[in-house]
């Protein structure tokens, strides 16, 4: 079940479009798990190996990097943002409602 689970969110993440963001109960949401954003972080967490699964556009409900500390090199995830016309202060998405993008 568990894998079943985060191939569903691996299917949302992988739509997120270029320069934008959503968060981990939106994700939940969108799958029909509303109350499941930890698992949804789970399933971010074991997505490194998927090169077409771009958990770097997945953040908390504040716009808050809160998954940074899981991605080689300590600001890679904020590097991957700002390449994509993100602007990152302090660990937080600057202009977060303008980067959200609802499932």
């Not at 499941?36 to 908390?60: F, I, K, Q, T």
């Not at 899981?70 to 998405?93: A, P, T, Y």
Request: glycine letters at 8%.
């Amino acid at each position: 079940m568990k894998n079943d689970f985060f191939e569903r969110v691996y299917q949302i993440v992988r739509q997120i479009p270029e320069g934008r963001v959503t968060s981990y109960g939106a994700i939940a949401k969108a799958i029909g798990a509303a109350r499941s954003a930890r698992m949804v972080g789970y399933a971010m967490n074991a997505s490194h190996d998927l090169e077409d699964v771009p958990a770097h556009r997945v953040v908390n409900r504040n716009g808050v990097l809160t998954g940074k500390h899981h991605f080689d090199g300590s600001n890679l995830m904020q590097q991957l943002l700002e390449n994509e016309g993100i602007k990152v202060v302090n660990n937080q998405i600057v202009d977060f409602k303008k980067h959200y993008w609802e499932p």
